[in-house]
Nanobody, 117 residues
Framework: QLQLVESGGGLVQPGGSLSLSCVAS????????MGWYRQGAGEQRELVAS???????DYTDSVKGRFTISRDNAKKAVYLQMNSLKAEDTAVYFC???????????WGRGTQVTVSS
């Protein structure tokens, strides 16, 4: 059974950095395309970054050049390095398998990222 545990969030000033981690279990991680999603207050959950099993990455336009997704298949972990953070990056961040959000039935607890001075 899929389980996802996200960590690394916190409060940071604009322009600061945070590094998020996610550990997965219950799936054959090494063959799964993974991603980081986020949901701001009153907003829909959106895909922020994705990474294929081979390491190819993709980003939503608003984070390109600032966020970097990576993975360690041996550790069943996916990471998100976030630099030059902005107030609009404030959200709960979740990792998950890449598929349409409406079709995802399981979510971990996520990790809160707050960007504020």
């Amino acid at each position: 059974q899929l389980q996802l545990v996200e960590s690394g969030g916190g409060l940071v000033q604009p322009g600061g950095s945070l590094s998020l981690s996610c550990v997965a279990s219950g799936i054959v991680f090494r063959i799964i395309k993974m991603g980081w999603y986020r949901q701001g207050a009153g907003e829909q959950r959106e895909l922020v970054a994705s990474i294929t099993p081979g390491g190819d990455t993709d980003y939503t336009d608003s984070v390109k050049g600032r966020f970097t997704i990576s993975r360690d298949n041996a550790k069943k972990a996916v990471y998100l390095q976030m630099n030059s953070l902005k107030a609009e990056d404030t959200a709960v961040y979740f990792c998950n398998i890449i598929m349409p959000v409406a079709q995802i039935t399981y979510w971990g607890r996520g990790t809160q990222v707050t960007v504020s001075s």
